[in-house]
């Protein structure tokens, strides 16, 4: 274990600084992603659920697809829209690309309900928005998605997006 790993740990076990374990992982972006691994899944998940949102989207991007994909899927669904939503386009991407049909289409679901959750409150998921055109790049004839899912996704979405964010 490396020495940023055994000063997260530190920082978690003896003192759940949040605030203080943030700022070291800032401090030490390159690796970060690393010394997080390098913990105990139980606190890389209790670190992931604290950390600030853009902090814990740059990391997600930094993960292997499947350590990211389960340390989303432990975060309620608008979390995980938010973390999605403030990851940049090209880590995003490459994370989506990355996934098995049935991690990407689960993911897709949270995203649609937590689309749905924030309609309903009129209130947005972020800033920018997630929108249904993800599920209609050209990652659809890759997976061989359905045409009528992406042609439904279509008609709900009048959008126009075209790089899966709503501006």
């Given at each position: 274990?490396?020495?940023?790993?055994?000063?997260?740990?530190?920082?978690?076990?003896?003192?759940?600084?949040?605030?203080?374990?943030?700022?070291?992982?800032?401090?030490?972006a390159?690796?970060?992603?690393?010394?997080?691994?390098?913990?105990?899944?139980?606190?890389?998940?209790?670190?992931?659920?604290?950390?600030?949102?853009?902090?814990?989207?740059?990391?997600?991007?930094?993960?292997?697809?499947?350590?990211?994909?389960?340390?989303l899927?432990?975060?309620?669904?608008?979390?995980?829209?938010?973390?999605?939503?403030?990851?940049?386009?090209?880590?995003?991407?490459?994370?989506?690309?990355?996934?098995p049909?049935?991690?990407?289409?689960?993911?897709?679901?949270?995203?649609?309900?937590?689309?749905?959750?924030?309609a309903?409150?009129?209130?947005?998921?972020?800033?920018?928005?997630?929108?249904?055109?993800?599920?209609?790049?050209?990652?659809?004839?890759?997976?061989?998605?359905?045409?009528?899912?992406?042609?439904?996704?279509?008609?709900?979405?009048?959008?126009?997006?075209?790089?899966?964010?709503?501006?």
């Amino acid at each position: 274990m490396g020495e940023l790993a055994r000063q997260l740990r530190d920082l978690l076990l003896t003192q759940r600084r949040w605030d203080a374990a943030a700022e070291l992982l800032r401090r030490h972006a390159d690796e970060a992603a690393d010394a997080i691994v390098a913990l105990p899944f139980e606190q890389q998940q209790l670190l992931f659920r604290n950390l600030p949102l853009d902090l814990a989207a740059k990391l997600a991007g930094h993960f292997l697809y499947f350590h990211a994909y389960v340390l989303l899927c432990s975060l309620t669904t608008p979390e995980i829209a938010a973390i999605m939503g403030a990851m940049g386009s090209t880590e995003r991407d490459q994370f989506l690309d990355a996934l098995p049909e049935e991690s990407w289409r689960s993911l897709m679901n949270t995203l649609d309900e937590a689309h749905l959750m924030a309609a309903e409150a009129k209130a947005p998921v972020t800033e920018p928005t997630l929108c249904y055109q993800w599920r209609t790049c050209s990652r659809s004839s890759k997976r061989g998605r359905s045409q009528r899912d992406t042609s439904s996704r279509r008609e709900r979405d009048s959008s126009g997006c075209s790089n899966g964010l709503v501006g």
